[in-house]
Structures are given as C-alpha cells and as structure tokens.
C-alpha cells in the first residue's frame, strides 16, 4: 500500500499567544477528495500554509510518502507535487491569461500549449488569452486560478475555497474536473470550503476543525451528525 | 532524471507564451536607426559623438537596472554600487596590470555580479522598502570604504587619480554602441525566456511563484547579478570616458537615480521601455541645459511629474493600454 501523500502529525503553529493550529494530526488519503472544513479562525488556512511551507510549525512534523517535509522551502513542496490555491485571488495580474497558465506549466511534461488551451475553452478563457489577468472580472479571475491549478496537475492539490465568488454552472464544471482528475489519473484534493452543499456531494471523506484542533474526522454523514460539529458551527 | 529535467525545459521554453513574442520585426526596425548610429562617426562633430557616447551609457544602466528592478520589482537604489566596483575593477587592471581594455571592461563587469552574487544572498531576504534602503546604505558604505585609508594603495584614496585609457572617442563610440545593442537583444531574449516569465511572475506574486515550483531566491540572484554585469560592464566604458577615476563620482548616485526616472518612464519590465526612456531623457535633457541653462533642472522635474502622472506604467505601457502596441512581452 502506498503511503500517504500527505500526513500532518502533532503540529502546532501559534501567532503569539495564539495556538491557530493545535496538536493536530491528520492523513489524506491518496486518490480522494477530503473536505476540511470548520467555523472561522478554526486554523484551516494556517494548517494549508504549513503543509504548503509558508509557515514552519512550532512543534510537529509534515510528511510526504513518508519524506519529512516540514522544513522544505514552499518551490521544493511545489515541486514534490503539492500545489495549492489561496482564499484569495492571487494570479499574476500583469501576465497575459496564457502566461499564467503556461506559468503554472513550469513544472509540467507533455503538451502544456494543448494543455492550456483545451482548459481555457473549458473554462470560456479562450476568447481573452492574450488580455492581461487583472483586466478579467472577478469571477473569471477565479476561473483562471482554478485553471491554473488544474494546469500544474500535481499529485495533491490544497484548494482554499476554491468555489467562492463562482457561480453555479462554473462551479459544476469546477468540480467535474476535480472528480475527473481524481478517478482518471488518482490526483489527491483537499478542499477548504465553506458551501456545504460541495462539501457533501463531493468529497469521500470530511475532517472538521475548531480553536486549531480536529473535532471530526470521517464520511459526509459522520460529520455531518457529529455533535462537537453541529456545537462548532450553531453553538450548544 | 537527467533526460526528464532537460525535456521540461526544451517543452516549456519552445512552447511558452504564444507566438506573438517569436516576432522579430522590432530588431529589423531597431536596424535602421542603428545603421544610421554606425555613420554618425563619419558625419557630425565630436560634441554629437559625446552626446551619443552617454545615450548608450544611460541607455546600457537602464537596461540593466531593469533586468533586475523592472522585472523582479525588487527596486534597486544601490545600482551605482555595482557601477563603481566595476569601473574602480576595470581601470585598476587597464591601467595598473596593462590589460587588454575589452578584457578589462568584461573583468570589470564580471566583479560587480561576484559583488551581486555575495550581496544578493542575504539582501534579496529584504522587500520592498527595506531592499531599496538596504542597498542604498549598502552604497553609501562602499563608497566609504573605497575613499578609506584601508583600500588607499589600491584606490589612490578619496581623491582619486586620473588615467588615459589606450582608445579614442570614436573607438568608445563604437565599443558602447556594440555593448548597448548586445545588452538590448539579451535583454530581449531575457524578458521574453522561461526565465523571464518567472522574474515576472515573482514581481507579481513571489509567494503564489514559489508556489508553483519557482525558487524565487535563485532566479533573483541570477537577475541581481545580470543586471549588476550590465551595469558593470557599461560602467567600464563610462569611466574610460571621464578619464578620471574618485569614489565620489564612481559610486554617484545620480548613476542610479537617472536610469531609474528612464525606465520609469519608458516602462518597467519591457525590452525597449528603458531604451525609449533612455533616449527621450537624454536629448531632452541636452537640449533643456542648452536653452535653459539656469531653470532646466524645473522645466526637467516638472515633465518628469507630469509623465509619471500621465503614464504610471510607462509610455510602452500606455501604447499597449491604448491599443496602438500589441500586448506582447516581445516589446
């Protein structure tokens, strides 16, 4: 069997007297989509950054397949096959459409020109490829780092919200390519969002976080019945 | 591995960006004013060759700065740094150690990017404001340094020295017009390359960079010490020029703050902003000294203001916005 792509165990991150991330461990499971999700300021995004290698932990270790990854710089975690999304967006503005993505194919074989077009049509992109990002509108600036992403195809993916600011029938074409990507060629997603809806149509596996720590862990249903959850989220 | 590696390159290099910026039309008119630069010589006075001499000196720091600043959007206020060490290196072994002027020149510019190189890997940790003051205190303590006691049996200390090197103006002519047309078309192959595309995308978004696989300190050093060698190498000729060597006017910093105000005003991060900035700068500046020799520096300043105002991105930037350029790195 192999070994978890990602695996977080005992980590710790505090901002001052702040514990955003507290003692948590956590495995993702290779070839699925696992959800994380949890009230605001539960620590979601810090514990992104930390596998990601924006932020070094305090205490605790990150692997991959096994390969201790907590002090590698965030270009060689990019580089082992982790790529990330942020909250926000974050394209590279004064690039044209195409450069982003051909960007983001930096660390890619194969046909990256094929590639990026066939994502551009995709994603209705195709008409304003040589436009600089920063002119799109907002929802398709968050198209195009979503096709960025699905560009630089690597083994897991961290998505931060991905579907805010997206509107329905994107957002059913978003997901289509993740669940295509994840059953054709076993790519590995973990997801932060807050639509519920995406979070349980979509995903085989749920971890839900509060203060830093994990609360939940376990199928849409688990969790979604789950008692320290339903007191995250609406109180006792 | 090996193969792997070289295969990425080769796909990502040749497929890169789209077609548009493999057009090679901007070099076939850049010929023509060039053509008529190789006659100039040949044609006008010694005072037209002078004028001429600085574009391309202006022109060269210009490209080079922005190789760097433009690019990484890492400002640069210690370029006349590298300027220094260069001319200081080149003269020192031109006149001292009787080496060849080209060789001498080249040694020059390849000391200002060792300088980068050690400079750069500690500080390209700093940002925005702390990089621009760090390298501006990083000149200033040069500068000290190179009119110190300690570097006097090198330098002739603070007062410096002058020197004839073994070449006339009409060979410094030709050797800066040579250099400033090799640094444009590198800097061409530079700014539309993989690797420009990833100095690019650092100015944009250095964390969203490095989280797509590009090792941002890597590829600024690599940036920090081209744009240092551009600089240096210039440098060299500049001095031969002067004919006299002192860290005062070495290490000027008006070396750094002009060839900032032209790519500013050309367009930052574009190949032919610096060289447009370059050459409007130059002849206006030329021509406002001779007809207002007590208020050009104001009439200066104030179409400085205006322009910046007018044209935040640059005039390359404006014509693109406009429509009237297409929006091509290639530019």
Known sequence: MQRPICEVTNVTKCFGQLRAVNDLSISIENGKIT??????????TTLFNVIAGVLKPDKGKVFSRGRDITNLKPYQIARMGI????????????????????????????????????????????????NYADELSIGHQKMLSVART????SELMLLDELAAGVDPSEE???MQQIHELCEQRGKTFFIIEHDMDIIMNHCDKVICMNFGQKIAEGSCEEVKNNEKVIEAYFGT | MKFTRKYKIKQVTSEKIGSSDK???????????ISFLIALPYISSPYVISVCFMLYVYTGYSVGWNIMSGLTGYVNFGYSLFIGIAAYTSVLLIIDLGVWWPIGWFLGGVSAAIVAIILGSFMLRLRGSYFAIGMLALLLGIKLLYSSKYLAPLTRGGSGFPFIEPLNLTTMYYALLFLTVLLVFISHKII????????????EDEEGAESIGINATSNKITAFA??????????SGHIAFQNYIEPESAFNILLTIVPIVMVL???????????????????????????????????YGIIMVLLVLLMPGGIIDWLKNRGTLPKTRAI
């Open chain 1, 35 to 44: 959800g994380l999700i949890g009230p605001n300021g539960a620590g979601k």
């Open chain 1, 83 to 130: 790529g990330r999304t942020w909250q926000l967006i974050r394209i590279f503005p004064k690039m044209t459409v195409m450069e982003n993505l051909m960007i983001a194919a930096n660390l890619k074989t194969g046909n990256t020109h094929k590639k990026a077009i066939e994502l551009l049509e995709l994603f209705g992109l195709i008409d304003q490829k040589t």
């Open chain 1, 150 to 153: 699905l560009m630089f195809d």
């Open chain 1, 172 to 174: 059913v074409v978003i």
């Open chain 2, 23 to 33: 057009k090679s039309w901007p070099y076939a008119i850049a010929l023509i004013p």
């Open chain 2, 192 to 203: 539309t390359s993989n690797f420009g595309s990833k100095l690019i995308a650092i100015r």
């Open chain 2, 226 to 235: 081209l744009s240092a060698f551009f600089g240096g190498v210039i440098s």
């Open chain 2, 265 to 299: 005003l050309g367009g930052p991060g574009t190949i032919w902003g610096p060289v447009l900035g370059a050459t409007i700068l130059t002849f206006v500046e030329e021509f406002l000294w001779s007809y207002f020799i007590t208020t050009y520096m104001m009439i």
